[in-house]
Each structure stands twice: as structure tokens, then as C-alpha cells.
């Protein structure tokens, strides 16, 4: 096993736990190594910090996997990893779909594990985990027994380390339309061409909390998706319900997951550009009693950070603008680099310029299945807030 021996001054990230090292922090490289391969990190005057893996292609060169000298990277080691992550998931009550690996806050670097009843879906977006894909494989059928695992390494990220992009089943080929229940109500999940893993559970909790408000409402929802907050509403007792998307196949699947709910008769959805119709919709005086706005991720790299904010203000402006005095408005933002403070920021920003008085209902994370790390911010990414807008 190589050795790799970090810069005199090790990192603060390092130091207080979060796993990634980069290329420029290494100081040396004792023994050869090829992408994937299992090494010691160790400081530079030779304190073992952990074992895990490099991908020397990688500007994250390695990952660590553990930080205990005596725990070796092996079957069963990815056997312990998964077991005691779903004993954590049904510890805090989250079972028949879950986040089962969220990457680095379950300390499985670059993994991700979605499990949709008895269907799993994962990720292995870095080389040196895509070499245990089997074993996790392995793994998850003698833990769970399931009927399906399904890869979705789609991802353009996976070219960084060196990896092709590909789908498919990695246990025998089934139906790729599942059907998952989430706070009683039933939602079609497409595994194979949906998005991400197919179906966003980070906002599993975050559904629920719209329920006191879509009471006698008429809602607008944008950035729908497979209509999930919106077909929330409808069963929470909204009076009408109007979800809008991008895509003419997530409209096509929402309008679908309304007719299984038997909310067909009070949601509509309609493909359109959200940035369009909200600007427009604000000129025709357009009023609702509750906005909801749960767009994409705005940005991935540090550069663009100030023109996702811009994004964020101008499309909560937007949705603002259309909210009833006295009715709400609940907005989320998935983007990473955007921290909780400076969303609550870009929101007070936007108020100032919709000339709007704000009421902080709720402000929330994502659902607990995605673990938050101290010391690992990246694991700290989903924004939930809901304010009445005055
Ligand atoms: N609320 C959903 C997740 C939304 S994901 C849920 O909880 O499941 C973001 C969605 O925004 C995607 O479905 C994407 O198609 C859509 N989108 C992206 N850009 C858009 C635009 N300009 N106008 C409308 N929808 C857009």
C-alpha cells in the first residue's frame, strides 16, 4: 500500500474531518499507484491521518474512508459502511424510501444510495468507489434481499475521474417505472430517465410542511417535477392547484401522479419557462394564496456563485410579486455553495425590491435520511423556507 504524505501545513478541512484531500496538498507519494487503488495518509512528520483511496487523475486526489488505523478497506468493511447507515435510517424512523448512502456524511465518499421500497438506485461518481461497485452490490442483496439495483451513473462528473457515463440495471432487468408512497400518497418514479435517481426524497419532510397552508388555497407550484409538492397541496385541501415545468415529461408524469392521487380535478400542470410566465403573470396582476418555487441547482462552481444569487433573487421577486397579502410563499434552493445565510439574504433582498414585509413561518434542511456533517458543509445544501408575505 502507498503511502501518501501531506504538506507541512495540513489543511483545516483535513484536520477536522471532512475526507477530501487535493492534489496540491500532498506533499509526496511514497510507492506507486493507480487510479482506485486503497493508500495511507499521513501527516509530514508521519501521524497516520486514515486509509482511503486515490485517483491520482483526480484533482481530489484522495477520499478518505476511514480514520481508524486498525479498520481495513475491504468487503466487509462496505458491508459495515451500508448495515450501520441504514441502522441509522431506521433509528430516526426513515425506512420504506430513503437516502440510504448520502455520500461523505455517511462516510462513503462519492456514493449514493436511494431506496425506493424494494428498488435501489446508486451513484458511483468517483473511480475509487466505482471499483467496489459489486461489492456494494453484494452487499445491499444480503442486507435487503431487493427485487432491483439500478445505476444512474448518467452523471457528467464521473468524466472528471476518468469514467464513462452509463445506466442500467445492475441485478436483473425490470420495469424502470416504480411506484414509491410518501405521506400516504403514491408517486410514479421513472429510475431510468427521471431525474438524478429519479425522484428528489430531500424533500420528503419539507412536503409536509405545506399543509396547513394549502387549506382553501389556490396554489401556483413551479419547478414542479413529477408534481409532488403540488399534489401534497391538493390533498392537504387546496381549492385549485397549478404546477409548472420545463420539461413536457415531468408535466406528463405529474399529471399522471395527480390522477393516481385522485387530485386530477383540482391539479393542472402546464410546460412552460418559469422565468417567462412569472414575469409576465406579474404585469397581468396574476394572484395566488400560495407560491412554491423549488428550482434546480443554479451552479456547481465557485465562479458563478453572485449570478445564482441573481437567479434566486430575481425568480423570488418573481414569485413574490404573486402572492395575496397575507399568503405565502415557500421557496427552497438545493444549490451547495449557496449557504443558508446568504439565501435568507438574497430573500430579504428580494422583498426589499418587491416592496414586501416578510413573516418567517418555518426554515428547515433537508429531510434527516441526508445527514449534515459538522465540519463537512457541502453536506449542508437544501434550503426550505416558507414566509408569509405581507
Ligand atoms: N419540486 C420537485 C423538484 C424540482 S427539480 C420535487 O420536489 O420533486 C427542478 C425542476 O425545475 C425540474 O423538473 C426542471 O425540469 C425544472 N426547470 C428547470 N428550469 C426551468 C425553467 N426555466 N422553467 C420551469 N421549470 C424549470
Same mark, same amino acid.
Given at each position: ?290 407560491? +412554491?418555487?423549488?428550482?434546480? !441547482?443554479?451552479? &456547481?462552481? =465557485?465562479?458563478?456563485?453572485? %449570478? @445564482? ?5 430575481? /425568480? ?32 430579504? +433582498?428580494?422583498?426589499?425590491? !418587491?416592496?414586501? &414585509?416578510? =413573516?418567517?413561518?418555518?426554515? %428547515? @434542511? ?5 445527514? /449534515? ?18
Amino acid at each position: 500500500m502507498a503511502n501518501v504524505i501531506l504538506q507541512k501545513k495540513i489543511s483545516q478541512r483535513v484536520a477536522n474531518g471532512h475526507p477530501w484531500i487535493f492534489s496540491n496538498e500532498i506533499d509526496r507519494i511514497e510507492g506507486d499507484t493507480k487510479p482506485g487503488d486503497i493508500i495511507e495518509a499521513y501527516t509530514f512528520d508521519k501521524k497516520f491521518i486514515g486509509r482511503g483511496y486515490i485517483n491520482p487523475k483526480s484533482q481530489i486526489t484522495v477520499r478518505l474512508l476511514t480514520r481508524d488505523k486498525n479498520e481495513p478497506i475491504n468487503e466487509q468493511f462496505i458491508f459495515n459502511r451500508i448495515q450501520s447507515a441504514w441502522d441509522y435510517r431506521k433509528k430516526i424512523g426513515y425506512t420504506e424510501n430513503c437516502r440510504l448512502i448520502f455520500g461523505e456524511a455517511d462516510f462513503m465518499p462519492a456514493l449514493i444510495i436511494d431506496k425506493f421500497n424494494d428498488y435501489f438506485v446508486l451513484q458511483t461518481l468517483s473511480y475509487g468507489m466505482e471499483v467496489w461497485k459489486s461489492t456494494i452490490v453484494k452487499a445491499l442483496q444480503s442486507i435487503f434481499n431487493p427485487k432491483g439495483i439500478y445505476e444512474r451513473n448518467d452523471v457528467p462528473v464521473r468524466e472528471l475521474e476518468g469514467l464513462e457515463q452509463k445506466k442500467g440495471w445492475l441485478t436483473e432487468p425490470l420495469d424502470t417505472n416504480i411506484l414509491i408512497t410518501e405521506n400516504g400518497l403514491r408517486f410514479y418514479v421513472d429510475i431510468e430517465n427521471g431525474q438524478k435517481t429519479g425522484y428528489f426524497l430531500d424533500q420528503q419532510d419539507n412536503r409536509r410542511a405545506i399543509k396547513h397552508i394549502s387549506k382553501g388555497a389556490d396554489v401556483l407550484g413551479v419547478f414542479t417535477y413529477t408534481g409532488t409538492f403540488e399534489i401534497h397541496a391538493a390533498h392537504f385541501g387546496a381549492k385549485s392547484v397549478l404546477g409548472l415545468d420545463i420539461s413536457e415529461n415531468a408535466v406528463l408524469q405529474a399529471t399522471k401522479n395527480a390522477e393516481l392521487n385522485g387530485v386530477s380535478s383540482i391539479c393542472r400542470f402546464e410546460a412552460v419557462n418559469a422565468f417567462d410566465v412569472l414575469k409576465q403573470w406579474g404585469k397581468d396582476g396574476r394572484q395566488y394564496d400560495v407560491v +412554491m418555487l423549488d428550482p434546480p !441547482a443554479f451552479t &456547481k462552481s =465557485r465562479e458563478n456563485i453572485d %449570478k @445564482a444569487v441573481t437567479g434566486y433573487k430575481e /425568480i423570488n421577486l418573481r414569485g413574490m410579486k404573486l402572492v395575496k397579502p397575507g399568503g405565502f410563499l415557500v421557496t427552497s434552493s438545493c444549490t451547495n455553495l449557496v449557504s443558508p445565510e446568504l439565501f435568507l439574504d438574497t430573500i430579504k +433582498m428580494a422583498a426589499i425590491d !418587491a416592496r414586501r &414585509k416578510l =413573516r418567517q413561518v418555518t426554515f %428547515k @434542511a433537508q429531510a434527516s435520511d441526508h445527514p /449534515i456533517i459538522w465540519g463537512i458543509e457541502n453536506t449542508n445544501y437544501l434550503k426550505f423556507l416558507i414566509v408569509q408575505v405581507l
